[in-house]
């Protein structure tokens, strides 16, 4: 019988070929007359596109956002939003922009716009970090969501091939862990198994080609569920890795997911049943581990760790470091079966429970 809590997050969102182009409309539905555009230098074009869209509405471009949000920036951004007159801000990007755009509204009480081209999910989370002093710090907080999110498959034919795997399987990640999480749901649980099979249909046709705007309509589907399943329930072992590895060992953040992926689910594949059915479903295939492990060989994802800069002999610490303050996993973590876990996750063999 089913046991839960769940609670909407009030966020508006609109999805299609084209949504840019409700920009004007969407900052006068927040009742907003001045929007600043947030955006990365590389990405000011897309930025500017916006601006102009907005004509009398845009309290122009602001191309500070920089990956890890850095005090700084976020400081001169809230700076220039009040001295621009800003009633809203409008943050074109990953989840890098969409962080500044979140360091805004933890201060202050402009609404945010978010128009994600990238599949990160952040938009759709509570969740905010900002380095000071060489220290990211993350924290929730309900009004740094987004209040409306434009989704327009179109943004992202630009986000490169590779970039936009690795982006994909991140996202999947989420909702994988999602399926098995503490406070899980009915509803996230369909969002998961529907994010997971978008993305992974959507990333085979990106990796034919970048330009399909249907397989990019569907990756960006799945990355709002995705994003959906990250801001509503806990993350377990595998995030807890991928954060450890991050983190200790300054290994690429997405790539570390794609690969760390399979081997986590191996581990908690006895004890998530539901989880393990659900994810082999939304692939069509019998494991869900096995069907994840084939999918980045399918998309060319770099097999084991030692592929992305981790040395052999930092398996060790790297499984010290992640049973210390371990996060809440459906099975306990021990340290035989995870250094297990890591060494195969390292060499880039087939996942074992
Ligand atoms: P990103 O925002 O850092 O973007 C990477 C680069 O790609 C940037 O130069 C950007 O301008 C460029 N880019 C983005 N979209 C593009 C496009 N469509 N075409 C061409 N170039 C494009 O990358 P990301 O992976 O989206 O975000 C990573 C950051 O987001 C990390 O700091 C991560 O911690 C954070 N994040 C936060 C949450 C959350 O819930 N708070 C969730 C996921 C990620």
Redesign the pocket.
């Known amino acids: 019988m089913y046991e839960f809590t769940y609670t909407t997050q009030a966020s508006r969102v609109v999805f299609g070929a084209g949504s840019m182009n409700l920009i004007q409309q969407e900052v006068a539905t927040l009742g907003a007359r001045r929007a600043l555009i947030l955006?990365?230098?590389?990405?000011k074009a897309?930025a500017e596109v916006v601006s102009s869209l907005l004509g009398p509405s845009s309290a122009g471009v602001f191309d500070g956002?920089?990956?890890?949000?850095p005090i700084e920036n976020a400081r001169r951004a809230r700076e220039h939003a009040k001295s621009v007159g800003a009633d809203c801000a409008v943050a074109v990007?990953?989840?890098?922009?969409?962080?500044l755009g979140?360091a805004i509204a933890l201060e202050s009480s402009l609404p945010i716009i978010a128009i994600?081209?990238?599949?990160?999910?952040?938009?759709?989370?509570?969740?905010?970090?900002i380095t000071e002093g060489g220290l990211?710090k993350?924290g929730r907080d309900a009004k740094?969501i987004p209040k409306t999110v434009l989704y327009d498959p179109e943004?992202?034919?630009?986000?490169?091939v590779r970039?936009?795997i690795v982006?994909g399987l991140?996202?999947i990640a989420?909702a994988a862990e999602g399926l098995y999480a503490k406070d899980g749901n009915p509803v996230m649980s369909l969002m998961a198994e529907e994010g997971i099979r978008s993305l992974a249909n959507g990333l085979r046709g990106v990796k034919e080609n970048g330009k399909d705007k249907a397989a990019r309509g569907e990756c960006l589907y799945g990355a709002w569920l995705c994003?959906m399943v990250?801001?509503n329930v806990g993350m377990a072992l595998h995030h807890k890795l991928c954060h450890t590895l991050g983190g200790t060992f300054n290994l690429p953040?997405?790539e570390t997911h794609a690969i760390v992926l399979p081997h986590a689910l191996a581990y908690n594949s006895t004890v998530a049943d539901d989880a393990m059915e659900r994810i082999a479903r939304a692939l069509s295939v019998k494991s869900a581990p096995d069907g994840l492990y084939e999918l980045n060989e399918e998309l060319g994802v770099p097999r084991g760790l030692r592929e992305i800069g981790l040395n052999e002999s930092d398996l060790d610490r790297a499984c010290e470091v992640a049973l210390a303050n371990p996060y809440w996993n459906p099975r306990p973590i021990e340290q035989k079966p995870l250094r297990a876990l890591l060494q195969r996750a390292w060499e880039g063999a087939r996942p074992a429970a």
């Open positions: 955006c990365t230098p590389e990405q897309q956002a920089q990956m890890h949000v990007g990953g989840g890098s922009t969409i962080g979140k994600p081209t990238t599949y990160a999910g952040s938009e759709m989370t509570p969740i905010y970090g990211k993350t740094v943004l992202t034919i630009g986000l490169p970039l936009s982006s991140n996202a989420h994003g990250l801001g953040h997405a």
